[in-house]
């Protein structure tokens, strides 16, 4: 019987998890190293070995009404995406508002997770902390990692011949970067082009002479700012989308995503092009585009090595003059506190169940939260894992036998090899509603939206058509929140508040007549879309993602029609 749990780190899924057990009736007891909660989105002016570490201009890539706890909306006037400050302000809410803070021991470090001798009947761990010099022990039932993915910096040194021997000028991973001060003028080079490149290149260019960004294979850009405004996330991640991707053949959905991405720009023309590996590399950036165009940032292809101040391309260009080159090559996952077997299976998160438990414990009674890369929000599905993690340990929810879950990891391992990511699988992002539809159903909170039709068709339209929120995972089953249909129908009030900032008066009245036709229109509609997508793959669209505008279109209609 699991009583006591160690939650590992008050980050985000620190504070899911701590909530989660009060909720499960379990005692929790988290150990956060640093002396504040929210890991990575605390920002700290200095970089210190094997901790977090972000830039100062750091917001959000996913917005508020796709990022929030599930049973917590931000408040309706925080911005839409959020800088690391304010971020950090909600987080002291959630954890003031649901009591966290008494379970974390601050300024304690965890050296040491093993399993008890007797495990194999307990299931229990011995725990070796340290605090202010002293090291303590102690045994928990059940133990949850939230420890994080980004401390440990990716630096692939080995692949960029000179850069150790011979480059004459600074290196630094982005990890180290904090903000342009010390690179005005300069030249620079930024390898990578991941979320991460592609802001640092971004910040540099606004005070450096030039910045070159080097890519390996190419990245779409995408903004933040959608259709009309509204946040990219809110616009395209719907059940309805979802439901039209998986009636389309894989290689039309695909087409149609790189059509969409294009109408911003022709990425092509920026040399930012992908090649056509059916994974689709996104960034979400919104400067960067208009710096390439302004010639503030020059897109360059793989660097074949370098010299004592050059970077020489895989084209055979040579850049000279080089002052700087910041790697921004990711992070590599490291848990150096558990023992050996258990920490060689966590490294890589595909070997992971459902990418939280290690399949071949004796004793489902440890858990690997937020080790995960996802099309939304990671927070979002952090909470969820601790949700279900809290009810595993529990026993109210079981799970399958080892060997079941032995083969559903390596069938998962199979797919992503299949569909063309072998290069690096490590890095794939699994969908976003998929995902968390998967562990819904393991806790028993994935909403049925076809009987939500019969009961509460507003409801269910909102649910269906517009954004999958995360307040939609608390509509039924354990868990269940009064406040999430009201959450749910009150989401696009939310994203125009804080925009909503001086008056504008001569705005027309919408007309209600479009959404009485709609209303009667609906289900032919439908159904023609249906007949369309099934039956004739080799549709093509003019330039256009219909999911998304479809959805916003529903969306339109629900505020206006009913
Ligand atoms: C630049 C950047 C931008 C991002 N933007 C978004 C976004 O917009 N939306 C989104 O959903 N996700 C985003 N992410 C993903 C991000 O990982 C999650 O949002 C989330 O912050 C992860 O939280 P966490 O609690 O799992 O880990 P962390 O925030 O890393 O927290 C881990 C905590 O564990 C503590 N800890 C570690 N080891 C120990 C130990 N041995 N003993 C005690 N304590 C320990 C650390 O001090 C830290 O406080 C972004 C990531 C990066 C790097
Ligand atoms: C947001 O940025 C983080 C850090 O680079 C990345 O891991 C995540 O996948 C991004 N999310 C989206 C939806 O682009
Ligand atoms: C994934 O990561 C693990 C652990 O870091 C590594 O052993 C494995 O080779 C990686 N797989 C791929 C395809 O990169
Ligand atoms: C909009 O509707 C309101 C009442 O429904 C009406 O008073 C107002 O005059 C209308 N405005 C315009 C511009 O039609
Ligand atoms: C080289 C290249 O891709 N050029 C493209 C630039 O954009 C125009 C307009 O879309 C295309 O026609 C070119 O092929």
Sequence with gaps: MVQRVAIIGAGVSGLASIKCCLDEGLKP??????????????????????????YRSVITNTSKEMSCFSDFPFPDNFPNYLHH??????????????????????????????????FSASGQWEIVTEANGEQKSSIFDAVMVCSGHYAEPHLPLDSFPGIRNRFKGQCLHSWEYKDSDDFKGKRILVVGTGNSGGDIAVDLSHVAAQVFLSTRSGTWVVSRVSNQG?????????????????????VLASRIKRKKFSAWFNHENYSLFQQKSQELHLIVNDELPSCILCGAVVVKP?????????????????MDNIDVVVFAT????????????????????????????????EKPTLAVL?????????????????????????????????????????????????????RDYNNTRASFVVYMDEIASCIGVKPNVLLLFLTDPKLALEVFFGPCTPYQYRLVGPGKWGGARNAILTQWQRVLTPLRTRVVNDSPNQSSALGWFTLLGLPAFLGAIFLIFKYSPQLRFPGVCLNGDISFWARDFMKGGL
């Design 85 to 118: 400050s304010r971020l950090l302000d909600y987080f002291r809410m959630y954890a003031e508002h649901f009591d966290l803070l008494k379970y974390i021991h601050f300024g304690t470090t965890v050296h040491s997770i093993r399993k008890c001798p007797d």
């Design 370 to 422: 937020g080790f995960i890369q996802l099309t939304g929000s990671i927070m979002v599905g952090t909470e969820l894992q601790a949700r279900w993690v809290t009810r595993v340990f529990k026993g109210s929810n079981k799970l399958p036998q080892v060997s079941r879950m032995m083969t559903d990891v390596s069938k998962e391992k199979e797919l992503l090899m299949k569909r063309g990511f072998s």
């Design 29 to 54: 007891t988290c150990f956060e190293r640093s002396n504040g909660i929210g890991g990575l989105w605390r920002f700290s002016e200095t970089t210190k070995s094997g901790r977090i570490s972000v």
């Design 230 to 250: 509204f946040p990219l996330d809110m616009v395209f991640t719907t059940r309805f989308a979802n439901c039209v991707e998986w009636l389309l053949p894989s």
């Design 330 to 361: 990711g992070f590599t996952a490291s848990f150096p506190f558990l023992e050996e077997s258990v920490q060689n299976v966590c490294k890589s998160k595909t070997s992971l169940y459902k990418y939280v438990f290690p399949p071949q414990l």
């Design 302 to 318: 793989n660097v074949k090595e370098f010299t004592e101040t050059s970077a020489i391309f895989e084209d055979e260009t040579v």
